[in-house]
């Protein structure tokens, strides 16, 4: 199961060694002189964690979501449009950007059916883990993120309360 979700949350980019390598790595983590900055983690959160590390050139991450914007749309050979602002100059909300964004992402879509943004979690700081993923395959990658106990949501279903 981690290697089909590893496979997903890298829109099948890796090439077949490079992807055992990293789920190797992933499973592995509890063996990595790396992540001995973990507390007392348990199996979900050192996988959970494992895999932001070892995907680090496909999550966009940042503790301000105009920074996480900028990263996203370095993913992509045609840049997104600049981060939207309100008529009246402010800035999305959150909840807004994730709406508007989805819509930019469903437009990415060639001959694999556009982007899905999905925020995985992480108990360690309070900064925004984002990976756009291949559309058709977001719903199987949310089910193998709960089959692994992981923590992965669509961003456009954050809870922001």
């Known amino acids: ?15 077949p060694a490079e992807l055992e390598s990293t789920v190797a ?20 959160e050192l996988t959970q964690t494992a895999i932001i590390f070892k995907l680090r050139d496909f999550i966009a991450v940042g503790d301000k979501i105009d920074e996480v914007h900028e990263q996203i ?4 050979a045609e840049p997104l449009p ?27 879509a060639g001959d694999n059916g556009g982007y899905e943004l999905l925020l995985l979690g ?10 756009a993923v291949l559309r058709a395959d977001a719903p199987r990658t949310l089910q193998l993120a709960t089959e692994l106990a992981l923590t992965v949501e669509r961003a456009t279903e954050r809870s922001l309360a």
């Open 122 to 131: 992480q108990h360690y700081s309070e900064e925004l883990h984002a990976v």
């Open 82 to 108: 600049d981060y939207p602002l309100h008529e009246d100059g402010r800035y999305f909300l959150p909840d807004e950007y994730f709406l508007w964004l989805d819509q930019q992402l469903i437009q990415r």
């Open 25 to 44: 790595a992933i499973d592995g983590a509890a063996d990595d002189p790396d992540m001995d900055w973990l507390y007392e983690p348990t199996p979900e």
């Open 1 to 15: 199961m981690l290697k089909e979700l590893v496979d997903l949350l890298t829109s099948r980019e890796l090439e």
């Open 73 to 76: 749309s370095d993913f992509f």
